[in-house]
């Protein structure tokens, strides 16, 4: 059988190497010739941008940085950026604060160095985010992908366990999506099914040993193959329903997407079967919700939407602005009950094996 398909591989620069942080971004400073620096950081991972800053010199500090970038904080920063003259943009912290720079660089282009300190993988792809009156929008523009990531294993060393695993497993969630994807093709599902081995083999790692890198370089690997996979294939149901739930009810990012997981491939996994085996194949298992559950259950990972705050008085609300925008592509016709059920399982927290009947 011929293969047929186009695939767009996006450019950017990767430097990757445990405790060579500073050293790179002071490198590719100096390459790109920036003059006037500003780095966004939020308050928690204000330490660590300044370690990681030491050999640069930086024109402005800036720390309002808020989970979906809301558009008045995107507006705060796009104005604190014009008003210093600034020329790189230099993001240290997870998705949140590589989301606002991104939102900065969508309206100024001013280019971003990312320097990601989660596995939440924003910082390979060129799609950006703002929420404006609780609706998120999510759009493509190259201008936003970062010119290059810097990845430091040791620069995850301080993020708590549980959040180094609903952070993975977001990175997972970018993996499985991409499989059914509105852009899939053999190089997205290679680049995925890798992604899920490497996230299954280092978040346990991490969990047995939080202290250690050898598990933190893996999901740091595992989520830049996960996010470079997702830029190319495209956004798929997974993320769609996790977008509304977290712009319209506010749900924690990185928990959403770990919650709501397992229900998406239960629901999508009978109707395609060359994404269920390779999954499953990158699990090392027979089947791929198997998979994906004996790894939560290893991670005591999030269960219930409702552990976070949503409420069953919002899936109406939830259903009715996700079907829009559910993709043509999804192996599998998605209507107004389906997904009812669906994310009425995920709010309580039902086996997900519900769904593969439904």
């Given at each position: 059988m011929s293969l047929t398909f186009e695939h767009v591989t996006l450019g950017q620069r990767v430097l990757f190497g445990t405790g060579n942080a500073a050293a790179n971004l002071a490198a590719e400073v100096a390459r790109l010739g920036a003059q006037r620096v500003m780095v966004i950081a939020s308050d928690f991972e204000t330490d660590i941008a300044r370690t990681v800053a030491t050999g640069i010199e930086v024109a402005l500090w800036h720390h309002d940085v808020v989970m979906h970038v809301p558009i008045e904080t995107a507006e705060k920063a796009r104005a604190a950026a014009a008003g210093h003259?600034?020329?790189?943009?230099?993001?240290?912290?997870?998705?949140?604060?590589?989301?606002?720079?991104?939102?900065?660089?969508?309206?100024?282009r001013i280019p971003v160095i990312a320097v990601p300190t989660t596995y939440a993988g924003s910082e390979a792809t060129n799609v950006w985010g703002l929420t404006e009156a609780s609706r998120k929008t999510t759009g493509v523009d190259d201008a936003v992908l970062p010119v290059t990531v810097i990845y430091d294993a040791a620069l995850t060393l301080s993020l708590p366990v549980d959040m180094s695993v609903a952070s993975g497993l977001n990175g997972m969630a970018h993996c499985i999506d991409s499989m059914w994807a509105p852009h899939m093709d053999p190089i997205n599902a290679a680049l995925s099914a890798e992604g899920i081995r490497a996230l299954s083999s280092g978040l346990p790692l991490i969990v047995d040993d939080p202290t250690g890198t050898e598990g933190r370089e893996q999901a740091l690997y595992g989520a830049y193959l996960s996010a470079v996979?997702?830029?190319?294939?495209?956004?798929?149901?997974?993320?769609?329903?996790?977008?509304?739930?977290?712009?319209?009810?506010?749900?924690?990012?990185?928990?959403?997407?770990?919650?709501?997981?397992?229900?998406?491939?239960?629901?999508?996994?009978?109707?395609?079967?060359?994404?269920?085996?390779?999954?499953?194949?990158?699990?090392?298992?027979?089947?791929?919700?198997?998979?994906?559950?004996?790894?939560?259950?290893?991670?005591?990972?999030?269960k219930a939407l409702s552990d976070y705050g949503f409420t069953a008085d919002g899936i109406a609300e939830a259903v009715t602005v996700i079907l829009p925008a559910v993709p043509a592509s999804n192996p599998r016709a998605v209507t107004a009950e389906n997904l009812s059920r669906l994310v009425q399982a995920a709010l309580t927290g039902e086996e997900p094996q519900v769904l593969l009947d439904l």
């Open positions: 003259g600034i020329d790189l943009l230099v993001s240290v912290g997870g998705g949140s604060t590589t989301g606002l720079a991104k939102a900065v660089a969508m309206t100024t996979a997702f830029a190319s294939a495209g956004s798929g149901l997974h993320h769609k329903i996790c977008h509304v739930l977290g712009g319209t009810f506010n749900l924690p990012h990185a928990q959403t997407h770990a919650t709501v997981l397992p229900y998406v491939l239960a629901f999508n996994s009978p109707f395609a079967a060359d994404a269920e085996a390779r999954i499953a194949a990158a699990f090392g298992t027979a089947d791929a919700l198997t998979g994906l559950q004996n790894l939560r259950k290893r991670l005591d990972a999030p």
